[in-house]
């Protein structure tokens, strides 16, 4: 570890390129790396589990959950955001997509799809759900006396 702390370089290790070296060498190099990055993270573990390479694959996983938990966070799309649009390569796709609708939401996709059938190209303000929306915002603002 300490030669390796100094040099961190094939040639100075070993006295040949990286491209001559044998696959245990290769392998110690890799490992070496790999631990100097585990040291490096920024939720890095205690020296004890970076000595228990049992304790270390456990750190894999608790960090791969965790960034698990944060792609899956940051994929939810933001409650305000009215619309979200996600592009679909296939009929699967569309259908997964189409599942993580609300209740809500699916409710205002068959509507748009009655209105669109009934009276051909619309702009968005006339379309049912819009203008249901719009309907209950005046009521609530007029309920308070903001006019």
Not at 106 to 125: C, H, M, P, T, Y
Request: proline share 2%; no cysteine; hydrophobic share 35%.
């Amino acid at each position: 570890r300490m030669i390796w702390g100094v040099s961190k370089d094939a040639k100075s290790i070993f006295g040949v390129s990286s491209n001559q070296l044998n696959d245990n060498q290769l392998g110690l190099l890799y490992w070496s790396k790999l631990y100097d990055n585990i040291g490096e993270s920024m939720d890095a573990p205690s020296n004890a589990v970076m000595k228990d390479p049992l304790a270390v694959d456990g750190w894999f996983i608790k960090q791969a959950k965790k960034r698990e938990a944060e792609d899956k966070k940051n994929a939810l799309p933001n409650q305000n955001a009215g619309e979200v649009f996600v592009m679909a390569s296939s009929q699967k796709e569309i259908k997964e997509i189409n599942s993580l609708n609300s209740a809500e939401g699916k409710q205002v996709l068959k509507s748009r799809a009655r209105d669109l059938a009934n009276k051909g190209e619309l702009d968005e303000r006339q379309f049912s759900h819009v203008k249901q929306d719009i309907g209950i915002k005046k009521n609530e603002l007029s309920f308070r006396g903001n006019r």
